[in-house]
């Protein structure tokens, strides 16, 4: 420090105080006032396209069946025989919020080696109402997953038009089990 600077210290330093306690005494850090979100890493996988959207009329039952898939899966499905193992409620939310939720569900479903889910996602009374809009993304969306086989109208105690039964693949664990039960049938 030069000599002019110490002074200007000195003078800046006048009026304080040392403290009587300093031994006990704790420095609290300043509290940012941004506060920094986590990055989701699985939503950067997230393949699900908004944009332009065909609206689905409400008197149209959201409904979709795979190439290969037998009608009787559909017919069963449509009738609710399948137990649900899971639900996903997206009810009121906003449209990114329902892509990001319905990823990270389908996501969890398949590492769980789930086979129907319930999806409730509203029902409004005019073809622009925001949950018919949900709905129309959900029957885009639940389409462009490989892992599901069909969907379908729940039944009116599962939600009905307000809500779809959704059929998913079997995991590579389940086709195994599921061969080897059937084989040893036949031999």
């Not at 300093?22 to 300043?30: G, H, I, S, V």
């Not at 986590?38 to 332009?52: A, E, H, K, R, S």
């Not at 959201?62 to 017919?75: A, S, Y």
């Not at 599901?148 to 195994?176: I, W």
């Amino acid at each position: 420090m030069k000599p002019d600077d110490k002074s200007l210290f000195l003078e800046a330093m006048d009026e304080v105080k040392p403290l009587k306690n300093a031994a006990c005494t704790t420095w609290q850090k300043p509290k940012s006032s941004r506060v920094v979100a986590p990055v989701d890493i699985l939503q950067l996988d997230n393949f699900l396209t908004t944009g332009y959207l065909d609206i689905v009329p409400l008197d149209t039952p959201l409904e979709f069946k795979r190439e290969g898939v037998q009608i009787g899966v559909l017919d069963k499905l449509r009738q609710g025989k399948y137990p649900q193992q899971a639900t996903l409620n997206l009810l009121r939310l906003p449209i990114e919020q329902c892509r990001q939720r319905l990823f990270a569900f389908m996501h969890l479903a398949r590492q769980q080696g789930l086979r129907n889910v319930l999806i409730v996602h509203g029902k409004g009374r005019e073809d622009n109402a925001h949950a018919n809009i949900v709905r129309s993304y959900l029957a885009r969306w639940l389409a462009e997953f490989d892992d599901v086989q069909a969907f379908s109208v729940a039944l009116p105690h599962h939600g009905g038009s307000g809500a779809c039964y959704v059929a998913l693949k079997k995991s590579d664990a389940q086709r195994l089990d599921n061969w080897e039960r059937h084989a040893k049938r036949s031999r």
